[in-house]
């Protein structure tokens, strides 16, 4: 079976540190998101790409997440600094969107981050 | 905007049928979509249906949508301890293709 790889499964980190999370999406697939999943919060949608180019971010934070895809097997997520409050599940999913309709999205393991 | 909204917890006794239920608010969803998650592991897309669908059905799944009353419901035949897990209810909207969750249910199983 196909699936996206994240990268590492488990993070710890000291605050102010550089975080860098990978994502190898399905071949094939034109749309990648990454989510991030608290117990406070539930599943909250971070930044999305199609065809590598950026469609929304809305929900990061600005100053110190970025989101980027450098090729169409690889999406990166970056906090620098982290915060303790960033400690959480961060998941990567992708999936193929042709005009209005989307088969459903393949999730990734998660890579667990914790900020101490 | 958009919002899903499920119970939090539900009990089953092995063997019994889970009914596993979701309201949404965005009468433009065209996919709803059930997730689940087991410990320690990422979301698995379990089934979906299209809007303009009311009854779908995959071995042990039976997905029921009710679009007038923006009501999803997901039921588990003879459920199993291997069913234990939170699952997610999700929509996606024309033009729209962000995936937008639930709180989650987690199923717990009695033996």
């Known amino acids: 079976d196909a699936r996206v790889t994240q990268t590492p499964r488990h993070k710890v980190t000291e605050m102010g540190q550089e975080v860098t999370m990978r994502c190898q999406p399905i071949?094939?697939?034109?749309?990648v998101f990454w989510y991030r999943q608290t117990m406070m919060q539930g599943l909250e949608l971070l930044a999305y790409?199609?065809?590598?180019?950026?469609?929304?971010d809305s929900g990061m934070p600005k100053d110190r997440f970025s989101a980027e895809m450098p090729d169409a097997t690889l999406a990166t997520l970056k906090i620098q600094p982290s915060e303790p409050r960033d400690s959480a599940v961060y998941f990567c999913?992708?999936?193929?969107?042709?005009?209005?309709?989307?088969?459903?999205?393949?999730f990734g393991s998660g890579t667990r981050l914790t900020v101490v | 905007g958009e919002d899903v909204e499920q119970s939090l917890f539900l009990s089953v006794r092995e063997g019994d049928s889970s009914v596993i239920n979701c309201t949404y608010t965005?009468?433009?969803?065209?996919?709803l979509y059930w997730y689940k998650q087991e410990p320690g592991a990422g979301l698995q897309l379990l089934t979906y249906?299209?809007?303009?669908?009311d009854m779908k059905q995959d071995q042990r799944l039976t997905v029921l949508l009710n679009k007038k009353d923006k009501h999803l419901s997901l039921r588990i035949a003879d459920t199993q301890t291997g069913d234990s897990a939170i699952y997610f209810c999700?929509?996606?909207?024309?033009?729209?293709?962000?995936?937008?969750f639930g709180t989650g249910t987690r199923l717990t199983i009695i033996p």
């Open positions: 999913a992708s999936g193929l969107v042709t005009g209005a309709f989307s088969y459903g999205y393949t």
């Open positions: 071949l094939g697939h034109n749309t």
């Open positions: 790409f199609r065809n590598r180019a950026p469609l929304d």
């Open positions: 965005d009468s433009s969803s065209t996919y």
């Open positions: 249906i299209f809007s303009n669908m």
């Open positions: 999700a929509e996606t909207a024309f033009g729209n293709e962000k995936l937008t």
